[in-house]
């Protein structure tokens, strides 16, 4: 059974940084291509950050660009988000996205259940 289990929300001041992790289990995790989203109150879901299988290769929501980073650790099945800068606005329920990239795992998709972000003074 695929689970992807995020941690690391959490209350913060603005201007302040969080570490976001995700922990993948169940799966080939360097079979997958690996996605940070994010949803705020009244909001639809958008993409925070990407990354390739290998980790070779990263790509950001023009918000974000500089002032978050995404990683993955594929020896440990993880996948980070450092968030930085901190603004009230990137309040949301952060969420780790798995998407198959190899033949093998094509069309598979999976979600974990989010993590809270609130940025407030």
């Known amino acids: 059974q695929v689970q992807l289990v995020e941690s690391g929300g959490g209350l913060v001041q603005p201007g302040g940084s969080l570490r976001l992790s995700c922990a993948a289990s169940g799966l080939i995790f360097s079979s997958y291509i690996m996605r940070w989203y994010r949803q705020a109150p009244g909001k639809e879901r958008e993409l925070v950050a990407a990354i390739t299988s290998t980790g070779g290769n990263t790509n950001y929501a023009d918000s974000m660009k500089c002032r978050f980073t995404i990683s993955r650790d594929n020896a440990k099945n993880t996948v980070y988000l450092q968030m930085n800068s901190l603004k009230p606005e990137d309040t949301a329920v952060y969420y780790c996205?798995?998407?198959?990239?190899?033949?093998?795992?094509?069309?598979?998709?999976?979600w974990g259940k989010g993590t809270l972000v609130t940025v407030s003074s």
């Open positions: 996205n798995a998407r198959g990239v190899t033949i093998a795992t094509s069309g598979m998709e999976y």
